[in-house]
C-alpha cells in the first residue's frame, strides 16, 4: 500500500455536482492498494496513521495527531499511486490492485481508523471524484506499508 496524508485546513469532495464530503483541518489521506495487499496490513496502517503526529501544538511543532487536534481525516481510494512511468511517458496500472480486491481493503481502513476513534469521511470507491484541498504548511507524507 502506499498513502500520501496531506495535512489540510479543510478539504471538499465531489461526485459530479455534489459534494460528498468535506471536513475541516486534518489529513486527506490518498491510499494506493498494491496487486497482493493483504488484509492483515490494514491494522498497521490504521495504526499510523491515527498516531502520526504532524498536526501542529500550541508552539506551532508538528508534535500532535489527528485525534489529539480534534481534527479528521477524508480517506480516498486512488489507485493511480501506483502508476508506474518507467517504460514510457504513459502510466501503467498493472501493479494497482483491480477495484474488486482494492474495495474491501480500504473500507476495512476506515472502519479500523473509526475503531481508534479517527473522524473519518470518505469519497465514493471508483467514483470520478474532484477534491479541493487547502494545504496546511503545506506537509506531504508518503508511508509505504
Known sequence: MKVVVQRVSEAKLWVGERIVSEIGHGYLVLIGIKKDDEMGR????AGKLAKLRVMSDDEGKMNRSVGDAQGEMLVVSQFT??????????????????????????????EELRGRGVKVKTGEFGADMSIEAVLDGPVTILIEN
Open 42 to 45: 490494514v491494522e498497521m496502517l
Open 81 to 110: 499511486l501506483y502508476g508506474d512511468t518507467r517504460g514510457g511517458n504513459r502510466p501503467s496500472f498493472l501493479e494497482a490492485a483491480r477495484g474488486e480486491e482494492a474495495e474491501p481493503i480500504y473500507e476495512r481502513l476506515v
